[in-house]
């Protein structure tokens, strides 16, 4: 993921310090608060429900529109397998049992420093997350195997990859769900990863605004630091400025 658009702020050194240790703050109490939403609502996420007997489970009910369902998995995964991954081409059914628990990953992506793909820092949103099933193979270890630093295990690839796009799959088939996180003040969306062949994934944001300052500067903190590793910050005006949308529906219902 190359981010693109992302507006850019200024700053002097004790601003950085200080806006950085209120971004770390609100990111830890936001992720929080979204693992315990999914927590609360994975009942709701049972992926059997979607995909019936095409799931190895002690419940061997069938399930309306699981033909479909599989179906469309099996379209947008032979979409995906063969960059960089070189898979094969079709699933196995049943499929193996899928955890019933949402996986909270940060979202992440690459900066060039002035377009320069030789000087290239990984970005951390803090208001942003990539939702999945829970995985033996999340996708900083795909990311691994993909760059050599893991040995490459097809299974385990294929098996993330099936908890990525179920999960696409499950919200496209239950809009409602996607309804009741967007009324908890999440933003869903559908991404596609280019660096994993275009696999989709689930995105939840929060309604927070957040800005990068100038290269330069990411470069010298980095450069300081050691890492090339730099988080978005959260604009702290914003906070009052968060949008409502039960308040903006309503409004828009008296139009």
């Not at 030789?118 to 193979?137: E, M």
Request: hydrophobic share 40%; net charge negative.
């Amino acid at each position: 993921m190359v981010e693109v658009n992302i507006e850019r702020k200024d700053l002097d050194n004790q601003e950085f310090l200080k806006l950085r240790q209120a971004t770390e703050k609100i990111a830890s109490v936001l992720t929080r608060r979204l693992r315990t939403h999914l927590d609360i609502l994975k009942p709701l996420f049972l992926p059997r429900k979607l995909l019936g007997t095409y799931i190895k489970s002690a419940f061997r009910d069938d399930v309306a529109g699981s033909d479909k369902s599989f179906a469309t998995l099996q379209e947008r995964y032979a979409a995906v397998c063969e960059k960089p991954f070189k898979l094969p081409r079709k699933l196995k059914a049943p499929l193996a049992p899928i955890a019933n628990q949402l996986e909270v990953t940060p979202y992440q992506y690459i900066l060039n420093i002035d377009g320069d793909a030789s000087r290239s820092i990984q970005i951390t949103s803090p208001t942003r997350w990539i939702l999945s099933y829970r995985s033996d193979c999340p996708i900083i270890r795909l990311k691994a195997m993909l760059s050599g630093n893991e040995p490459f295990q097809a299974e385990d690839v294929i098996r993330s990859f099936v908890d990525h796009l179920v999960l696409v799959i499950f919200l496209e088939k239950f809009p409602s769900l996607k309804q009741i996180l967007e009324d908890l003040r999440y933003n869903v969306s559908v991404e596609e990863l280019d660096e994993l062949g275009g696999l989709q994934v689930v995105v939840a944001r929060a309604p927070l605004d957040t800005f990068l300052p100038p290269d330069d500067f990411i470069l010298q903190i980095t450069q300081l630091s050691g890492v090339p590793a730099f988080q978005e910050i959260i604009d702290l005006e914003a906070l009052g400025n968060m949008p409502d949308p039960l308040k903006e529906s309503l409004l828009r219902s008296i139009e």
